[in-house]
């Protein structure tokens, strides 16, 4: 989900470039002590984000709403056993679940069997 602390090109460390082409290696400040920092995340315990990247943005109040709101209404699809792309029912493959329409990896349910205890 989106957060207001977040920049919108993230799209995560382990990529090289963010969604704007941005190296994020250039953009990178080490500092003396601590974690190195990214001006695209809120550095963790606080303190000071560097402001070395010209594409940095910030989502608006209502991008974040508007990417809660979706990610909610997903969730309650996938809980109903319905794809969050278009309603249809979904379809089991062990824990994963895809869409029955489109085919599209819908996501995983987790359970006792997943861990080997053999419940139902």
């Known amino acids: 989900m989106k ?8 799209r995560g460390i382990q990529h090289d470039t963010c969604l704007a082409g941005v ?6 400040v080490v500092p003396e002590k601590g974690p190195y920092r990214l001006p695209c995340l809120p550095v963790i315990g606080g303190g000071d984000i ?4 010209e594409q940095r943005r910030y989502p608006t109040a209502e991008e974040v709403a508007a990417d809660h709101a979706m990610w909610e209404r ?4 996938f809980a109903a056993g ?3 792309c278009c309603d249809a029912p979904l379809e089991s493959r062990g824990t994963a679940r895809f869409c029955s329409k489109c085919r ?10 997943d861990i080997g205890d053999g419940a139902k």
């Open 3 to 10: 957060s207001e602390k977040t920049c919108v090109h993230f």
């Open 23 to 28: 190296v994020v290696r250039s953009v990178r």
């Open 50 to 53: 560097p402001n070395n990247c």
């Open 74 to 77: 997903a969730f309650a699809a």
């Open 82 to 84: 319905k794809s969050p």
């Open 104 to 113: 599209e990896f819908v996501g995983r349910e987790c359970g006792a069997e």
